[in-house]
């Protein structure tokens, strides 16, 4: 639809109404003028997405990446696709150095195992790590994931190219999504908003956010603060 067709967000923010009796004038006018905006965020995400749906074919993926899946099966990204175009894939924080998994990268997880079952009737949906898979598959059933599909990337080709592996051994997340063309495997779309892309004083974070952690606690009065990064254990 063009946004010609659209009704104005004022017109449409107008037809409100107030969920509870007893909001002053001023909470009304200003929840009035933040709904207008909120409908305008709405359609702004609408525009993004129809955006990143129009883009161009991208580059084919000539390196013949190889991953071990939760079998021990040795396989290659096109035998991740199973009986789909579309491969949905995250990069997580789980080195075979590192003791526990990324906190922030296991929150997102969390989040996607809850949609998995549904994302998995159109798309097919992987989570890449470092670690051995066994050790992957080990940690999800402590967090009681049930619906993740876990992969190890064989070697450090990958992680390297997709420049998510550090020289001295740090990773960082990555988001991306490949489209199946014939015989071969093409990039769709990679998150690819970095930590220098971040804005005075936010978090850095890509978009869209694949966990409602973010969202949630922005509803709050509180907003996230300065200590809102999850933890993977919490005290009683």
């Known amino acids: 639809m063009s946004d010609a067709a659209l009704v104005p967000t004022d017109i449409l923010a107008a037809k409100r109404r107030a969920p509870f009796p007893g909001e002053s004038a001023e909470y009304a006018a200003a929840r009035l003028a933040l709904?207008?905006?909120?409908?305008?965020?709405?359609?702004?995400?609408?525009?993004?997405?129809?955006?990143?749906?129009a883009l161009?074919?991208?580059?084919?993926?000539?390196?013949?990446?190889?991953?071990?899946?939760?079998?021990?099966?040795?396989?290659?990204l096109i035998d991740l696709f199973g009986d789909h175009d579309t491969l949905i894939t995250y990069f997580w924080m789980y080195?075979?150095?590192?003791?526990r998994p990324c906190p922030m990268c296991t929150n997102m997880l969390g989040a996607v195992n809850g949609n998995a079952t549904d994302i998995k009737q159109r798309a097919a949906l992987k989570i890449f790590g470092r670690s051995p898979v066994e050790r992957q598959v080990a940690f999800a059933g402590?967090?009681?994931?049930?619906?993740?599909?876990?992969?190890?990337?064989?070697?450090?080709?990958?992680?390297?190219?997709?420049?998510?592996?550090?020289?001295?051994?740090?990773?960082?997340?990555?988001?991306?999504?490949?489209?199946?063309?014939?015989?071969?495997?093409?990039?769709?779309?990679?998150?690819?908003?970095?930590?220098?892309?971040?804005?005075p004083g936010q978090d850095p974070r890509g978009a869209p956010d694949i966990a409602a952690l973010w969202t949630m606690l922005d509803i709050t009065p509180e907003g996230r603060g300065n200590d809102w990064y999850p933890k993977l254990e919490y005290g009683q």
């Not at 709904?35 to 749906?53: G, K, W």
């Not at 080195?95 to 003791?99: K, L, V, Y």
């Open 142 to 199: 402590e967090r009681g994931w049930t619906a993740l599909d876990f992969v190890q990337t064989v070697g450090d080709d990958y992680a390297t190219d997709l420049g998510v592996l550090s020289p001295d051994g740090s990773e960082s997340p990555a988001l991306v999504v490949f489209r199946r063309d014939g015989d071969s495997v093409r990039l769709f779309w990679s998150g690819e908003m970095r930590l220098e892309m971040a804005d």
């Open 56 to 76: 161009p074919p991208g580059p084919v993926i000539e390196k013949d990446y190889r991953f071990h899946d939760a079998n021990g099966e040795d396989v290659g």
């Open 95 to 99: 080195g075979p150095t590192r003791e």
């Open 35 to 53: 709904l207008a905006d909120e409908i305008e965020f709405r359609r702004h995400e609408t525009r993004v997405s129809a955006s990143r749906r």
